[in-house]
Structure formats: C-alpha cells, structure tokens
C-alpha cells in the first residue's frame, strides 16, 4: 500500500513535467490524503491525550 | 530600465527579476529536501537499516514538499504551489513529531543511529518547520507573482529540469524500493529485512 502513494506522487511528477499543472496538483492533493490515511492506519489506538 | 520594470524590480536585459530569483530559491528548497531523502537512502544501503512506517511517510513528505516548490520553479509562483508545499510539510511535521513523540521519554528506546547527534525523524522534523518558516519569509515578495516580461534565465529552466528529474527518480525509486519491502501489504512495524 506505501507503495502506491509513491507511485501516485510519481505520477503527480510526470503529469507536471508533461505540462499539465492542474491534474498534477489533483493527484498531489488526492496523494497527501491518502498519506493521512495511511499515517492514521498505522498509529496504535492506544493513543492518549491529556489537555 | 522600464516604468515597469522599475516598478517590480526586474532588470528586463538580463531576465533576472524577483520571479527568477524566487523560483531558483524554491529550487534550492526542493533540491535540500530531495537530498534529505538520498540521504536516507544512504541510511537503507549504506547503514543497512530498512525505513520504519513512519519513516517511509516521512519521505512521501519530503517528496510532497519538493513537488510543490518544483511546480514553482516548472510553471513559476503560484499560490497553488505554496499551499501544497504547506500541506505537505504539515503533514511531514506531523508524521515526524508522532516518531519523536513514541521516543520521547527516556528508556523508551530509538529508531535508527542518529546523526549529527539527533535521529533521523528530528532532523525531518526541524526541516519540515524550516521549510514552512521560509515559505512563509518568500510569500512576503508580492512581485514573483507577476506575469513574467520575458521567458526566463537559463539558469531557472536548468533548475527546473534538475528538480523534476530528481523528483521523478526518487518517486519512483521509493515505489520499487518499498515494494520490495512491504509488498503490497501493510509495512511491518519493526522491519528488519528490506530487497
């Protein structure tokens, strides 16, 4: 699955370099997403906060 | 010189203006985070130690970062581009500070070897902060986002060319590097083998 998150910035890259910004950027927006996912999927659940 | 280049600041003859000097600047930003990840890659190969989960979310920051400073050198400032190299440094701050916070109380243990006296996942920390603070210094010149008077220096178009290309292998070094060790499943927690 992390895999695919650099194959999608990946294709984020080859998207800019062939001139189209604005799918680029989609892709990139869509990529950070995916990554905040990620970055919850593998924290612990045993997460506590003291405010 | 020109009213308008008066104006804005540019000197028309040579093409440097504050567009052109922005957009070598936020080259430079890209090429400092593109080498932060070789440099865990020498970590990987040369130290032999295989990236944790986080560490690998780390790097999609970095690259995140890159590709939004790299839009800007590709296509000129935009607030597009900043805003997505904003995104993607909050993101790796908070992918950073989660790593430094499981290590945080003493006795509880480390990722990696540290270097220049500080873990990996700090040092990431403290670049993903710099960065946002120098974006945020770069945003107070109003004139980069101007309609450029003329195509730019050879130097930017040069820059462009070494970013994409630097970005474009490390992007797709990573997807052959971590598929070969995580597969297409989840990435274990505490990897000890990697290729």
């Given at each position: 699955?992390?895999?695919?998150?650099?194959?999608?910035?990946f294709?984020?890259?080859?998207?800019?370099w062939t001139?189209?910004r604005?799918?680029s950027?989609?892709?990139?927006?869509?990529?950070?997403l995916?990554?905040m996912?990620?970055?919850?999927?593998?924290?612990?659940?045993e997460?506590?906060?003291?405010? | 010189?020109?009213?308008q280049?008066?104006t804005?600041?540019?000197t028309a003859?040579?093409g440097w203006?504050?567009r052109a000097?922005v957009q070598?600047?936020?080259g430079?930003g890209?090429?400092?985070?593109?080498?932060?990840v070789?440099?865990a890659?020498?970590f990987?190969?040369?130290?032999?130690e295989?990236?944790c989960p986080?560490c690998?979310?780390?790097?999609?920051?970095?690259i995140?970062v890159?590709?939004?400073l790299?839009?800007?050198?590709?296509?000129?400032?935009?607030p597009?581009h900043?805003?997505?190299?904003?995104?993607?440094a909050?993101?790796?701050a908070?992918?950073?500070?989660?790593q430094?916070?499981?290590h945080i109380v003493?006795?509880?243990?480390?990722y990696?070897?540290?270097?220049?006296?500080?873990h990996l996942?700090?040092w990431a920390?403290?670049?993903?902060v710099?960065?946002?603070l120098?974006i945020?210094?770069?945003?107070?010149?109003r004139?980069?986002?101007?309609e450029?008077?003329?195509?730019p220096?050879?130097?930017?178009?040069?820059?462009?060319?070494i970013?994409?290309a630097?970005?474009?292998?490390l992007?797709g070094?990573?997807?052959?590097?971590?598929l070969?060790?995580?597969?297409?499943g989840?990435?274990?927690?505490?990897p000890?083998?990697?290729?």
């Amino acid at each position: 699955m992390m895999a695919a998150l650099f194959l999608a910035w990946f294709a984020a890259f080859l998207l800019a370099w062939t001139g189209r910004r604005i799918a680029s950027v989609i892709v990139a927006l869509v990529s950070l997403l995916l990554c905040m996912a990620m970055l919850r999927y593998h924290m612990t659940d045993e997460i506590r906060l003291s405010l | 010189m020109t009213d308008q280049a008066a104006t804005h600041g540019t000197t028309a003859s040579s093409g440097w203006d504050t567009r052109a000097v922005v957009q070598v600047f936020n080259g430079l930003g890209a090429l400092t985070v593109f080498g932060v990840v070789f440099g865990a890659y020498g970590f990987q190969f040369i130290l032999l130690e295989p990236p944790c989960p986080l560490c690998l979310l780390i790097r999609l920051g970095m690259i995140g970062v890159g590709f939004g400073l790299a839009l800007n050198v590709l296509f000129g400032p935009r607030p597009l581009h900043y805003g997505l190299a904003l995104l993607a440094a909050m993101f790796g701050a908070l992918a950073s500070l989660r790593q430094v916070m499981m290590h945080i109380v003493p006795g509880t243990g480390s990722y990696g070897d540290p270097a220049f006296g500080m873990h990996l996942y700090t040092w990431a920390f403290i670049v993903f902060v710099t960065i946002t603070l120098a974006i945020a210094v770069v945003l107070f010149f109003r004139d980069q986002f101007d309609e450029p008077v003329g195509p730019p220096p050879a130097a930017v178009r040069w820059m462009a060319i070494i970013v994409m290309a630097c970005g474009i292998f490390l992007a797709g070094a990573n997807v052959i590097t971590t598929l070969l060790e995580c597969g297409v499943g989840a990435c274990p927690d505490d990897p000890t083998t990697f290729l």
